[in-house]
């Protein structure tokens, strides 16, 4: 854990979060500025700064809940496709230094605009909208 990182306080519970997905090593959250209804960050518990710190086994955990996440996605409804994206570095615009995969449910009317650039506009949603995500993608 690393006492100045704001995902290592969300694993360590000194803040809220709306988990859709935990075990020993990982765990899935809504992201708290989505760019979706969904949009879910996947974090190991264990802190890493990005993907040159985190080790090949621990990335193919988070790979495999960044997939099961997609699937609740598509599933739910809640998207027809997805992004997994990662920024790795201060030149990759990284803005938290733990490691983390975004999972952005995407659907075709969408207006999101990953195309060459990553160029995020930022949702706002209620309570009541974060609970509903969290319910329908919460992974048992």
């Known amino acids: ?65 960044a997939q099961s996440v997609a699937r609740k996605i598509r599933e739910s409804g809640l998207g027809q496709d997805v992004n997994l994206f990662n920024a790795s570095g201060v030149s990759a615009e990284q803005s938290v230094f733990h490691f983390h995969v975004h999972v952005i449910p995407r659907n075709p009317t969408d207006s999101i605009g990953v195309h060459g650039w990553w160029n995020p506009k930022v949702i706002h949603l209620s309570t009541a909208e974060l609970e509903s995500a969290c319910r329908k993608l919460s992974i048992e």
């Open 1 to 65: 854990m690393n006492e100045n990182c704001v995902f290592c306080d969300i694993v360590a519970g000194r803040l809220p979060s709306y988990k859709v997905y935990e075990d020993r090593e990982i765990l899935g959250f809504l992201d708290i500025n989505p760019l979706a209804p969904g949009h879910t960050l996947v974090v190991p518990k264990k802190h890493y700064v990005d993907v040159f710190d985190i080790p090949a086994d621990t990335l193919e955990s988070i790979a495999g809940v």
